[in-house]
């Protein structure tokens, strides 16, 4: 269960880490808000998580989460780079999170 709350953590991480885009530095309300929501629980999510699973593996899979994810919308939404050699990394760090969940131990 801690996994799927770590997941659900990074898939928060990825909607403030791309809610950032939309609040223009903070000046838009709504983007803002929304933006800081998200935040919160992807924090108090990846808090609750590292109640059982070990700190290092959860950051690492968490802040993975939120870069592969927020690089995929970054292609989609702001048309960033769609180059195979980005792709190719951020398909590693998808190998990385996916090693992590593997080779923890009792988790």
């Given at each position: 269960?801690?996994?799927?709350?770590?997941?659900?953590?990074?898939?928060?991480?990825?909607?403030?880490?791309?809610?950032?885009?939309?609040?223009?530095?903070?000046?838009?309300?709504?983007?803002?808000?929304?933006?800081?929501?998200?935040?919160?629980?992807?924090?108090?999510?990846?808090?609750?998580?590292?109640?059982?699973?070990?700190?290092?593996?959860?950051?690492?899979?968490?802040?993975?989460?939120?870069?592969?994810?927020?690089?995929?919308f970054g292609?989609?939404?702001?048309?960033?780079?769609?180059?195979?050699v980005r792709?190719?990394?951020?398909?590693?760090?998808?190998?990385?999170?996916?090693?992590?969940?593997?080779?923890?131990?009792?988790?």
């Amino acid at each position: 269960m801690n996994w799927i709350i770590l997941i659900i953590a990074g898939l928060f991480e990825i909607a403030w880490a791309v809610g950032i885009k939309y609040t223009e530095g903070f000046s838009k309300l709504i983007p803002s808000v929304f933006t800081i929501i998200c935040m919160i629980i992807s924090m108090g999510l990846l808090a609750y998580a590292v109640k059982q699973i070990p700190v290092g593996t959860a950051y690492a899979v968490w802040t993975g989460i939120g870069a592969v994810g927020t690089a995929i919308f970054g292609m989609i939404l702001f048309n960033e780079s769609k180059e195979f050699v980005r792709i190719f990394f951020i398909f590693l760090i998808v190998v990385g999170i996916v090693g992590l969940k593997i080779f923890s131990a009792n988790e």
